[in-house]
């Protein structure tokens, strides 16, 4: 079965950056979706990134256009999210997730059968 091990959550102050990233081990799924999810303290889990690995169609947040960006180490099964330009509202638990789908829809995480365990993520002056 596919594990997911996020890191690389932490504090930082308002304007900062991070790299999440998400190494996956016993990977074996050909054509699959992945993404980076989040979830605030009271507040519902929220899509941030997705990735089809069958045309590189990708989902961005509005929320987080133009400051978070998803990559893969191409030699190891590890994606990245990098996140730039961190603002207060991005506080949050951040999980990644996977599982042998095509299409990216709306990056909901709905049904999605492999999910990393979280990594925290505190913007704060």
């Known amino acids: 079965e596919v594990q997911l091990v996020e890191s690389g959550g932490g504090s930082v102050q308002p304007g900062g950056s991070l790299r999440l990233s998400c190494a996956a081990s016993?990977?074996?799924?050909?054509?699959?979706?992945i993404g980076w999810f989040r979830q605030a303290p009271g507040k519902e889990r929220e899509g941030v990134v997705c990735?089809?690995?069958?045309?590189?169609?990708?989902y961005t947040a509005r929320s987080v256009q133009g400051r978070f960006t998803m990559s893969k180490d191409g030699a190891k099964n590890t994606w990245y999210l990098q996140m730039n330009s961190l603002k207060p509202e991005d506080t949050a638990v951040y999980y990644c997730a996977t599982d042998p789908r095509t299409v990216v829809g709306d990056c909901d995480g709905v049904g999605m059968d492999y999910w990393g365990r979280g990594t925290s993520v505190t913007v704060s002056s």
């Open positions: 016993k990977f074996t799924l050909g054509y699959y979706v």
């Open positions: 990735l089809s690995s069958l045309d590189g169609t990708t």
